[in-house]
């Protein structure tokens, strides 16, 4: 973060008039690529207040600006009035919109010799050593970002397999385009990409790829990056389990501990496809404020991001918090729109709950009250953001993990938000214990029950 920049949102971290908050607060700004709780937030934002945010594309651009710190570039945080160490916040998705007309992504290589341990946080100049440099752009292709120091290609990515993307006026479709529409739109790539003006990231669409011709996509766009800023300083695209083992024992300032990782990371970036607009994703509050953060926007992904990234855009984000006080949870819990559940997971019909009753009355029994939740696992691979995933509902409900693996086994599912390690352990839950952690007005909200 610039020092003009920490200025700025000191001046907007002043109470409100009427000391409880503002009820709309706009972010434009972004950090410098780490989430750091000892940094000033703005707002606050009151307990059932908006934020409304325009945010930068995610990955590709950050990833070739080794000025950024993160792999990402997010928003700044807002502070929620009221909001403590142990608290939740609630946030509404009440609207995403792609403003991008254009983008590229695809899969990556790493760059020998340009980054100090990770490529994503600690980018570094090949010729004169500069950690962090400023870059310049010449021209475009892959070899376009310079360092501004010496002029050597500094980009810490380039990529094996990537395509450039064009959208309709309405952004519900996109087609992948040959080489001289791809460099065409690379020499005019901030506008293409609606670069928000105060992003500084290099535009992927520079480096004009174009091996996927043709293709077309469906756009339904959801954020890769939505939460709450760790109790630690963290690179953003380093917040989760997966991402974030890259920092244990790194060579560069922010490399952490294992146990460190555990505690203090709130798993903010999560590539999960059903954090959409209608969605409700519930927060852990680690540090005071919350801190509330957004980026890394999507047109469209499918369960796994399995080539690493997909179509990074901007756009505009609405969002409505609310307060959970005491909720104590140590990742999210997302409350998905009713399609994105799975099958077995979604709330029963009323001629399925009859016959269910039949049954039950049969056998001398009673129909359990439910609802369907998704708590969120991260961690180095698969099976331990399973193992994560199922700790937390547990924690959660106050049931025993073996009756968790069983309700998401016949009532839900364990869905891949991104390949590293990123899952949704989703199932039906009692009402009642929904109801007692003070989760039963999302849950009437979103899918009519209680």
């Not at 590229?104 to 004169?128: I, T």
């Amino acid at each position: 973060m610039t020092l003009d920049l920490q200025k700025d949102a000191k001046l907007r971290e002043q109470p409100s008039s009427n000391g409880s908050g503002h009820e709309t607060v706009f972010v434009d700004q972004f950090i410098d690529g780490v989430l750091d709780p000892n940094k000033p937030m703005l707002g606050p934002v009151r307990d059932g207040g908006h934020i409304v945010a325009n945010t930068a594309p995610g990955c590709w651009g950050p990833m070739i600006t080794p000025e950024i710190r993160g792999g990402h570039e997010v928003t700044v945080p807002v502070a929620v009035a009221g909001a403590e160490v142990g608290d939740a916040i609630a946030i509404r998705i009440k609207n995403i919109t792609v403003t991008s007309l254009a983008t590229a992504s695809g899969n990556d290589v790493f760059m020998d010799g340009r980054f100090l341990g990770d490529p994503y946080v600690a980018g570094k100049c090949p010729e004169c050593g500069t950690l962090y440099p400023k870059t310049v752009v010449k021209g475009i292709g892959q070899t376009a970002v310079r360092c501004a120091n010496c002029g050597a290609d500094a980009a810490p990515f380039n990529f094996t397999n990537g395509y450039t993307i064009a959208f309709d006026d309405n952004r519900q479709v996109g087609v992948t385009l040959p080489q001289n529409p791809a460099e065409t739109i690379a020499h005019e790539a901030k506008k293409y990409a609606a670069l928000p003006e105060n992003s500084i990231q290099n535009p992927i669409l520079t480096f004009a790829p174009h091996d996927l011709v043709g293709l077309v996509a469906r756009l339904r766009p959801f954020l890769g990056q939505i939460g709450t800023t760790p109790s630690h300083p963290i690179p953003d695209s380093h917040n989760a389990g997966d991402f974030g083992s890259f920092l244990i024992g790194a060579p560069h300032e922010y490399a952490v501990t294992a146990e460190q990782l555990e505690k203090h990371r709130t798993d903010g970036h999560m590539d999960i496809d059903a954090v959409r607009a209608g969605s409700i994703l519930i927060c852990p509050v680690k540090t005071r404020g919350g801190g509330v953060y957004v980026g890394d926007m999507h047109a469209m992904q499918g369960d796994g991001e399995i080539a690493g990234h997909t179509c990074d855009v901007s756009g505009t984000v609405t969002l409505q918090v609310h307060l959970l006080k005491g909720l104590n949870i140590d990742g999210p819990l997302l409350f998905p729109v009713l399609e994105d559940l799975p099958f077995t997971a979604r709330p029963l019909t009323e001629a399925e709950r009859a016959q269910a009753q039949a049954i039950a009355e049969q056998w001398g029994t009673q129909v359990e009250e439910s609802a369907p939740v998704s708590v969120v696992g991260t961690g180095p691979d698969l099976n331990s953001a399973t193992d994560n995933g199922l700790a937390r509902a547990a924690a959660l409900l106050e049931m025993s993990i073996p009756e968790v693996k069983n309700r998401a086994t016949i009532t839900g599912g364990i869905e891949i938000g991104r390949h590293p390690g990123v899952v949704q352990v989703t199932f039906r839950a009692p009402l009642d214990r929904l109801e007692k952690r003070g989760l039963l007005p999302f849950v009437r909200d979103q899918y009519g029950i209680g």
